[in-house]
């Protein structure tokens, strides 16, 4: 009998934690050159149509692979009581070498959209949604004719993604570059954008749109102060450190189980 409470409550502790650990939070390990969090009185950037990719480049600062990403969205014209957040059919992640700043030629991925080192389409169960957070929030979408509407919206969400399986391995000292895409059901009318972040890395955001600028990157700047924007994401570290002292609590549990039943 004993043997079973130790064993159930080694499954419990095992299974508790992975809600919380399915978010990020402010002080939570990271693998990049530090988080670039959200500004809850920036900028959401429209993720667009199918063929834009939104990019922005970080520092690896442990190799190993990138199991788990971390990003901040906002809906456009979400300013009523909390809504219901839109069904996003699909989100693709992709992974860019570094191409560095030349001349008067801003630093940006290597290759086209279309050529990532590393991709993949993550669908509704793949990944979750936090519960809001607020803050008066401005929506810009940069292709041609622009749109800019400061106080737009006042929510904003945290994506996770875990646990990625074939993910891409990354390399100490090596920067990348994150593209992502969102897409959301065509029966809504809602468009989702990507947030901008309060920390700045090396050059700025970028996004591509084959339909609306040509076979480009082009570079994200604040619409009001040509600024520099970044995107606000955070690459995590593979195994969490905590789901490896559960898992070794539950072995303990289980030889001290075992142990006792002889």
């Known amino acids: 009998m004993i043997h079973r409470k130790l064993w159930l409550l080694a499954v419990l502790v095992a299974l508790m934690p992975v809600a919380a650990w399915a978010d990020w939070n402010v002080g939570d390990p990271h693998k990049m050159h530090y988080p670039q969090l959200p500004n809850p009185f920036g900028w959401d950037v429209n993720f667009g149509p199918p063929h834009r990719v939104l990019a922005d480049d970080w520092l690896c600062t442990g190799t190993g692979p990138v199991t788990d990403i971390h990003f901040w969205v906002s809906i456009h014209g979400d300013v009523g009581p909390v809504p219901?957040?839109?069904?996003?059919?699909?989100?693709?992640?992709?992974?860019?070498?570094?191409?560095?700043?030349?001349?008067?030629?801003?630093?940006?991925?290597?290759?086209?959209?279309?050529?990532?080192?590393?991709?993949?389409?993550?669908?509704?169960?793949?990944?979750?949604?936090?519960p809001p957070e607020m803050g008066v929030q401005g929506w810009f979408d940069p292709l041609p004719p622009v749109i800019v509407i400061p106080n737009d919206h006042f929510y904003f969400y945290q994506i996770n993604i875990k646990d990625i399986v074939d993910p891409f391995i990354q390399q100490q000292g090596t920067i990348y570059w994150l593209g992502l895409h969102v897409d959301v059901d065509p029966l809504v009318s809602q468009q989702i954008g990507w947030k901008t972040s309060l920390q700045h890395f090396n050059d700025d955001g970028v996004f591509w749109d084959v339909g609306g600028m040509g076979m480009a990157w082009h570079e994200l700047r604040d619409p009001l102060t040509m600024e520099s924007l970044d995107l606000a994401f955070v690459i995590t570290p593979e195994p969490s450190t905590w789901a490896m002292l559960v898992g070794a609590l539950a072995i303990v549990l289980w030889t001290g189980a075992r142990t006792r039943r002889r």
């Open 84 to 130: 219901q957040f839109p069904a996003i059919t699909a989100i693709r992640a992709m992974i860019y070498a570094d191409k560095p700043a030349s001349g008067f030629e801003h630093s940006q991925p290597l290759t086209p959209a279309e050529l990532p080192l590393w991709q993949k389409t993550f669908v509704p169960g793949q990944f979750t949604v936090r």
